[in-house]
Each structure stands twice: as structure tokens, then as C-alpha cells.
């Protein structure tokens, strides 16, 4: 029996079948680099939590697409007076991807791993002014501070401090086993990592049922897979030059966003000559920022001085210190007993911005006497060689966590940078509370870093998103390191 339909009847059926056609739960993602594991509490490298930051991993707090700290495994919490109790309320029937129930021991278990003497956090000194963690009950966490610190539910809201069950935490870094939104489900090494929602989140449920992550790290090979549908969005896509075939296609939104990518020619200040501050006095003459934004980046980057972002309050414009000048670099480099110049090694690691800007770089630092070798790298060997092991000379990259220039006072740091004077701005910046003085403080600590040109200051890293048109939720700009998709949905 053949049953038609016919007027009104005809174009509800028509739209239904059109609607449901285009409701897709699929998302397939670009990204640059692959990750080293995929344990956010054990490695430093963005890539990670790139992936699993709100998708798979969930804090206390979490940080949202405007920067701000909100409420995440932790409904809501208290302070006390004097700044040094911190109370959280927990959510109940919360579980772990492998349906192992979520409680404050488990909260507890995961900031005394990270705060022990063998940890492996990169971020260990978030949870410095922690000198207690109490658990009164299953719904509650009492977190007792050494010293007030009114960024604690900020610092708590990295990745760095996300909540991990006792019992999968050493397979994190293969199987991670979260709270979040979107289960692991496999990744398939070089090529790609796949999710999936998780059934029984606490929140509300995702839209997108599966999302693929594909490390695409060329970029004439990231174009042509958003070009021809490979892939549905490149958040930050490593090709700005191919921006503008993207600008004039409807099927696609191009959107310019920022980051908080201090990008640096990182210089290892315990290594002669740099160990000189004459000679990255010297270096920083040389370069010319604007150039290497215009050559290295097609105009995307804002130039900076210092290590800070430009669009924080507390910015300090630190350009005009050193502007460019290839005669005063000279002339520094003599004084410092290197009228001939010397030679030195500039590694890099994959990301574009890096490959290209050391190119334009070593030409450079070549017109003022200083010879560079340059030797690509791979992360994993990046991450060993130059972040862990400082066996380098200068190196490039972007630091993208958020409001990081406490960096500078870490002892063993890969700059290898040690000032009394600056390490005493930062111990007093953490623990003061009143907005003018912490300016001022802010505002020492970046002069004093661009004073000493502890490294090359270059440029804020631009965020390029290139994603198809009937996408909407992704991140425009980039307050951490994040492709948050949980609020991701295809309009049509």
C-alpha cells in the first residue's frame, strides 16, 4: 500500500525530514599539536588540557569563555573573615566516567597529590597556601590557608587542579577517567582523539554525542581539511595567511579573538653570554617585534614588552624600552666583549608561529654579529630537552596559561632567571588584597622584567577560529587553555 501526502500534510513531513537531516551530534576538531598524555595534573604542555579541560576533567571551579570563575564540582562555597577558610559545597550524584562515585575524599586525594614533595603538577605553586584540607562529610571540603589568597577559587579553576579518582589516577595520562561531560573513548596515536557524552553527567547533557579531535599540525594541510569538510572547526587554526579564503565563504566563520600567549624568545639566563644582561640587552634591541608579527603571523599579534597580557588591567605598554636598533645592539655586544658577535642555538618546537618567527629571528640577530643555528624539534623532545632539562640557548614559544608572570620567581625555571628584588614583589603580590597596591606591584614586576630582559618579549599570541557557519558555542577568544565544547550545538 503506497500512502501520499499532500498540501500542508507534504511540508510538514518535508521539514521534519530536512530538520532531522541536519540536526548533527557529530563535531570533528582540528588542533595543532598532539599531546604528550592526557592527564592535565602531570604535564605542562597545552595541549592537553586543549583536549580534556571541561570536556573530560572537571574542578571545583572552572573558568568560562569570558574569563570568569564560576561554579563547577563545587555548587557553591563560603570565606571566612579573615580570608583563610575557604568552604566548599560539593554537588551530590556526581560519578566518574567509570561510575565510581564523586565525594570531597576524592577532592582531598587530588590536591594532596599535587601539593606532595614528589609531585609531577606543573603548576604545583596554585596550591602552595594550602596548609589543610578537611573533609567533614561527603558533601564537604574545608580548605584552611596559610596566607590570605583571593584568587584561590581562580587557582582551584585550572587544569592543573582538576578532580581525579584515587583509583584511575595513574592511568590518566592514557584512559582519562573524569566527572565531565564527554567520556574518553580511544585515541589513535599521530592521528586523532575521540569522545563521547557521557550518559549519566550531573549537568546538563551536551548536545554533541561524539566529538573528534585530529592533530593537524601543517598548516596548508589544516586548510585544505576545513576547505574541503574534513573537519567542521580549527578553533586556532596554525595558517593566518589562508584567512581570507575563509573570510569570503559563507559556509564558514572567521573569528579573531585573543589569548593570553605571552610568545617569547625564551633565553637561558644561567648560560654565557645570556647570562650577560648586556647581551639580552643586546637581543632585544635586535629584534624587531612589528616585523616578526607582520612576516611570522600576517599582522595577527600585538606586540609586547613584557611578560603580560595587553588586555589586562594592569598592563604596562614596556615596547618603547628597547625599540629597535641594530646599532645599540652592536654597541651592547661590544661592550660585553663580543665585538665579533657569537654564535648560539635556537630551538623550536612545531608550532608555526615558532618555525616562522625564528626564521625571521636568526636574520635578525645575524645583522647585529649573532650567528643562529636553527633546530626544529619535536614536543616530546621540546618538553625534555629545553622545558625540563634547560639544555638550550634560546628557544621560542607562547606561554598561554593565564596571568602567569609568577613564573619568573619559580626556582629551577627553564629561563634560569634569579632576582631577589623581583622574587619580593611576587612573595608580597600573593598575599595582598587591595586593587592599588597589587597594581603597583604589577606594575614593578614587568619593568623589572623588561629592565633585566630576562627574554626576548614579542608578541600576544592572536587566537585565528575558523569554523563552519552553522556551528555555534565555540570559544572566540581564549582566557585558558581550552576547546571547550561542552556548549557546542549545530544550529541547522
Do not use: C
Not at 567509570?98 to 614528589?118: N, P, Q, T, Y
Not at 588586555?311 to 605598554?317: G, L, N, T
Not at 600576544?460 to 577560529?465: N, P, S
Request: proline fraction near 7%.
Amino acid at each position: 500500500m503506497t500512502i501520499r501526502f499532500a498540501g500542508p500534510m507534504a511540508i510538514l513531513l518535508i521539514g521534519l525530514a530536512v530538520s532531522a537531516e541536519a540536526a548533527r551530534t557529530d563535531l570533528k576538531l582540528g588542533m595543532i599539536l598532539e599531546p604528550p598524555h592526557l592527564d592535565p595534573t602531570a604535564g605542562a604542555a597545552a595541549a592537553i588540557d586543549e583536549i580534556v579541560y571541561a570536556n573530560v576533567f572537571e574542578g571545583l571551579t572552572r573558568i568560562t569563555a569570558n574569563g570568569a570563575v564560576a561554579p563547577a564540582l563545587a555548587e557553591r562555597w563560603t570565606v571566612s573573615d579573615d580570608g583563610l577558610i575557604y568552604t566548599f559545597t560539593l554537588r551530590q550524584g556526581v560519578t566518574f566516567h567509570d561510575g565510581a562515585a564523586f565525594d570531597s575524599s576524592d577532592v582531598r586525594f587530588s590536591f594532596e597529590r599535587a601539593m606532595a614533595e614528589g609531585s609531577v603538577n606543573a603548576q604545583k605553586p596554585l596550591f602552595a597556601p594550602i596548609a589543610d584540607i578537611a573533609t567533614p562529610d561527603t558533601k564537604t571540603v574545608v580548605i584552611t590557608l596559610s596566607r590570605p589568597t583571593g584568587g584561590l577559587p581562580w587557582n582551584l579553576a585550572w587544569g592543573d587542579a582538576v578532580i581525579v579518582d584515587p583509583a584511575s589516577a595513574d592511568d590518566n595520562k592514557t584512559r582519562p577517567n573524569g566527572t565531565g561531560p564527554f567520556r574518553f573513548d580511544r585515541w589513535v596515536k599521530g592521528d586523532r582523539v575521540e569522545l563521547t557524552a557521557y550518559a549519566d553527567y550531573w549537568g546538563e547533557p551536551p548536545t554533541l554525542r561524539d566529538v573528534t579531535i585530529q592533530f593537524i599540525p601543517d598548516p596548508n594541510a589544516a586548510l585544505a581539511a576545513l576547505l574541503a569538510g574534513d573537519i567542521d572547526a580549527y578553533p586556532n587554526i596554525p595558517a593566518p595567511e589562508g584567512l581570507s579564503v575563509f573570510e569570503a565563504d559563507p559556509r564558514y566563520n572567521v573569528v579573531i579573538g585573543a589569548t593570553e600567549g605571552e610568545t617569547i624568545l625564551a633565553t637561558n639566563n644561567a648560560r654565557p653570554p645570556f647570562d650577560d644582561v648586556r647581551v639580552r640587552r643586546a637581543i632585544a634591541h635586535a629584534l624587531d617585534r612589528q616585523a616578526i608579527v607582520d612576516g611570522a603571523m600576517f599582522g595577527y599579534g600585538t606586540p609586547i614588552g613584557s611578560h603580560f597580557s595587553p588586555a589586562h588591567p594592569d598592563y604596562v605598554d614596556l615596547t618603547g624600552l628597547y625599540p629597535h636598533d641594530p646599532n645599540t645592539a652592536r654597541a651592547l655586544l661590544a661592550d660585553a666583549g663580543h665585538a665579533d658577535g657569537f654564535e648560539a642555538t635556537l630551538k623550536l618546537p612545531p608550532p608555526s608561529y615558532a618555525r616562522r618567527s625564528g626564521e625571521i629571528i636568526a636574520a635578525q640577530l645575524a645583522r647585529v654579529g649573532i650567528e643562529i643555528e636553527l633546530i626544529p624539534m619535536e614536543w616530546a623532545q621540546w618538553l625534555e630537552q629545553v622545558f625540563r632539562g634547560t639544555d638550550y640557548d634560546l628557544t621560542i614559544v607562547s606561554h598561554t596559561e593565564p596571568f602567569d608572570i609568577g613564573i619568573y620567581a619559580r626556582d629551577g625555571y627553564y629561563f634560569n632567571y634569579d632576582n631577589a628584588e623581583f622574587d619580593a614583589v611576587i612573595a608580597e603580590l600573593t598575599v595582598t588584597a587591595d586593587a592599588d597596591r597589587r597594581t603597583d606591584l604589577l606594575h614593578q614586576a614587568q619593568r623589572k622584567l623588561a629592565e633585566d630582559a630576562v627574554n626576548g618579549f614579542l608578541f600576544q599570541l592572536a587566537k585565528h577560529g575558523v569554523w563552519n557557519a552553522d556551528l555555534e558555542g565555540l570559544w572566540h577568544n581564549s582566557p585558558v587553555q581550552a576547546n571547550d565544547v561542552t556548549g557546542v550545538r549545530w544550529t541547522r
